[in-house]
């Protein structure tokens, strides 16, 4: 079975622009989470989709958006970049049916705002 | 690679010994528990988990110990291997928190010499 692909793996952006990520879960899985890794703040969850529904959602400001479609592929878009927004964007599959499913990441696109 | 994190706690083992890493978390209603090891340039991978009903559970090398009264959990590598050098970070899905809604600690930085 594939694991979890991320595209792209490297993204360079200026402040003010928008970003979109995308992620393709393991197959057959209906959730997908996505969350930020930075060397201050850790591995941070920023929100979880299922079915196509935002389900869950972490202390992140407006601007970190996202989506899931019929197929469970999700893309989460961030809107008027920030400095602070460099980062390691990592997504997670499982089959989301319950709460102790195991998650199963990908490699993560690396996002530098300059 | 990319730096997971800059100032991580190191523990640092010879080959064929064994490590013992250490985690503490803050939340008593978190009823299932993840271990993740994380190389450079990767997404955590999933090593080992275990659910609050349980005090220790046992894979392949690896073993998780979790002690609900001081709220403390641990992963113990036997035979410590050069491929075991990584990021280890434990993380914990609250009940009531939402669904693979993960609350990951800081990490430890395993090391392991020849």
């Known amino acids: 079975k594939a694991g979890v692909t991320q595209t792209p793996r490297y993204l360079i952006k200026t402040r003010g622009q928008q970003v979109t990520l995308s992620c393709s879960p393991i197959?057959?899985?209906?959730?997908v989470s996505w969350y930020q890794q930075t060397p201050g703040q850790g591995l941070q969850f920023l929100f979880e989709y299922f079915s196509e529904t935002q389900r869950n959602k972490g202390n992140f400001p407006g601007r970190f958006s996202g989506r899931q479609f019929s197929n469970s592929r999700s893309e989460m878009n961030v809107s008027t970049l920030e400095l602070g927004d460099s980062a390691l964007y990592l997504c997670?599959?499982?089959?989301?049916?319950?709460?102790?499913?195991?998650?199963?990441f990908g490699p993560g696109t690396r996002l530098t705002v300059l | 690679g990319e730096s997971v994190g800059l100032h991580l706690p190191t523990l640092s083992v010879q080959e064929g010994d064994n490590s013992i890493i250490n985690c503490a978390y803050s939340?008593?209603?978190?009823?299932?528990f993840i271990w993740y090891k994380q190389e450079s340039g990767k997404g955590p991978q999933f090593i080992i988990d275990?659910?609050?009903?349980?005090d220790k559970r046992q894979g392949q090398r690896v073993t998780v110990l979790l002690n609900k009264t001081v709220k403390h959990l641990s992963l113990q590598i036997a035979a410590t291997q050069p491929g075991d050098s990584a990021v280890y970070f434990c993380a914990e899905n609250a009940l009531g928190g939402g669904y693979n809604k993960l609350i990951f600690g800081a990490g430890t930085r395993l090391a392991v010499h020849p």
């Open positions: 939340n008593s209603a978190s009823d299932y």
């Open positions: 997670a599959s499982s089959p989301g049916v319950f709460s102790s499913d195991t998650q199963y």
């Open positions: 197959s057959g899985h209906r959730s």
């Open positions: 275990i659910r609050s009903n349980m």
